[in-house]
């Protein structure tokens, strides 16, 4: 496998930055094997104050560029990467433990986005309002500032891009915080980005947890935080930035209902809800976790469903067969395997996995494996139903009618996403109309190209992600009102 790591994991000022001290340390794990990689050392009020310093230095140069010139930068960025994809993927795969297949499209995407709001820079501009007697308005579309960027553990290089991006194309700097347990890839990322040519300090890395970012959400010269977690933690991080009054984006968890009808394409719907479900060992926010399947196609769509669960490979990320890796840590195992006891203990009929797996090779021994895991016999009132488990667990769910099943989908605090399979193109959009999530996927799942906004309705949050839209989300909008003649007084 991998060979520990020994370098900085902070980042400011244009380069890698050890930490002050060490305590508070805490140990990074290969997920595939169990083993400590490295320690993360948490960031403290010091170095997350001279991180955001540096991050308003080159705030103040970066956005005197014209977007032409940001943009020039910017694809010179996504070009290192996509130079790079296969180093950077790998140690992405050794960190987060998802499969080296799988990664590599992370990081994919993670050039794409940045190319494509290399593409919106040159592009941002404002209105001109004519007004009366010859004199005119016209708004700035500006920048916001020090924007801080909280990320996950499930796509910790995606993650930083999909922030950064546009972040960068409004002319913002930007305070990057990883997860805890996935440190090592944003700190590439900011390698990249400083190659590419931008001003020393516009990409900051700061390492830490909680509380490094309670302090990142309460510095004063932090224009936005960006933050994707999970909703309690979500909670907290929008009432630390009410204090100074900072802007918001919050994309959290979700338990997005996939229905699917009994005119459905079924082959398509089988490989629809495995798409839905086991990406990424099942750890992503937008998983359609609650399968809704009409009652007419249940046994045909359960069989195939479960004959295929059972053909997943899992083992060693790295290797190109393997279709399912490690979970993230050993805790979140034993949460994944706690929820799956629990559906059976209420009445949740396991049809297949469910369980601790074991590969063969001996190095993989201590890695954090389930076998991906199918659910019948459920009911709305379960817990494997109403929370998100974050794991390789489906719970399928019969259903009779559309209308009961749009109200039963749309029972849930979560809205982040939901999927519809039948081939009735008016049932199709109907359904998609009335479903309340941020996206809906009609006949796939789990398709999130750069070019369209991915964000949350209800509890799973707001603000968004991608497409023209996230503009908006990083910069604000100046109106200049200009009198050509004389002021009318009433004074």
Not at 141 to 160: D, K, T
Not at 335 to 346: R, T, Y
Not at 400 to 424: I, M, P
């Amino acid at each position: 496998m991998s060979t520990e790591i020994k370098e900085a994991l902070n980042f400011w000022g244009g380069a890698r930055v050890q930490p002050k001290d060490t305590k508070n340390a805490e140990p990074v794990y290969e997920p595939a094997t169990g083993r400590v990689l490295c320690d993360m050392i948490p960031c403290g009020e010091v170095e997350v104050d001279e991180a955001i310093k540096s991050a308003h230095s080159a705030y103040l140069k970066w956005s005197k560029l014209s977007g032409l010139e940001r943009a020039r930068i910017m694809l010179e960025a996504a070009r290192i990467i996509r130079e790079r994809r296969d180093g950077i993927a790998r140690l992405e795969v050794i960190n987060n433990g998802k499969s080296i297949t799988e990664a590599e499209v992370d990081i994919d995407v993670a050039w794409q986005c940045i190319e494509y709001y290399a593409g919106i820079a040159p592009t941002l501009a404002g209105q001109h309002i004519q007004l009366p007697g010859g004199s005119f308005a016209y708004t700035r579309r500006e920048p916001l500032g020090v924007c801080v960027g909280i990320g996950a553990w499930n796509y910790p290089f995606q993650i930083a891009a999909w922030k950064s991006a546009p972040a960068f194309a409004c002319g913002n700097a930007m305070v990057f915080k990883p997860s805890p347990m996935t440190p090592l890839t944003a700190v590439i990322l900011a390698e990249i980005y400083k190659e590419a040519g931008v001003p020393d300090g516009l990409f900051n890395v700061v390492q830490g947890g909680a509380e490094t970012g309670t302090l990142l959400c309460h510095h004063p010269m932090v224009a936005k935080v960006s933050f994707t977690g999970s909703v309690p933690t979500g909670k907290k991080v929008m009432e630390m930035s009410a204090k100074s009054v900072k802007q918001v984006t919050l994309e959290l968890g979700g338990k997005s209902p996939l229905i699917i009808f009994k005119d459905c394409e079924l082959e398509n719907a089988v490989k629809g809800a495995l798409m839905a479900n086991f990406l990424t060992q099942g750890e992503v926010c937008c998983n359609g976790t609650r399968v809704f399947v009409q009652r007419e196609i249940m046994k045909p769509f359960v069989e195939e469903v479960v004959k295929r669960t059972k053909a997943i490979v899992i083992g060693d990320p790295l290797l190109e067969g393997t279709r399912m890796g490690a979970l993230i840590s050993k805790p979140h195992m034993e949460k994944v395997l706690g929820f799956i006891s629990q559906a059976q203990q209420q009445g949740a009929k396991v049809l297949c996995g469910g369980e601790p797996y074991v590969p063969s090779d001996p190095k993989l021994k201590g890695g954090y494996y389930v076998s991906p895991c199918v659910l019948d016999n459920c009911r709305d009132d379960m817990t494997c139903v109403k929370e998100e488990i974050f794991g390789p667990v489906m719970s399928i769910l019969p259903f009779d009618t559309e209308e009961e099943v749009l109200q039963r989908a749309n029972n849930t605090t979560f809205g982040l996403a939901s999927g519809v399979f039948t081939r009735d193109i008016a049932r199709a959009h109907r359904v998609a109309e009335n479903l309340q999530a941020g996206t809906c996927f009609i006949n796939n799942y789990n398709v999130s190209p750069v070019e369209v906004p991915f964000g949350g309705y209800k509890m799973s949050g707001f603000g968004r992600e991608n497409g023209v839209v996230t503009i908006e989300y990083y910069s604000q909008l100046k109106t200049v009102v200009v009198e050509m003649g004389d002021v009318e007084s009433l004074f």
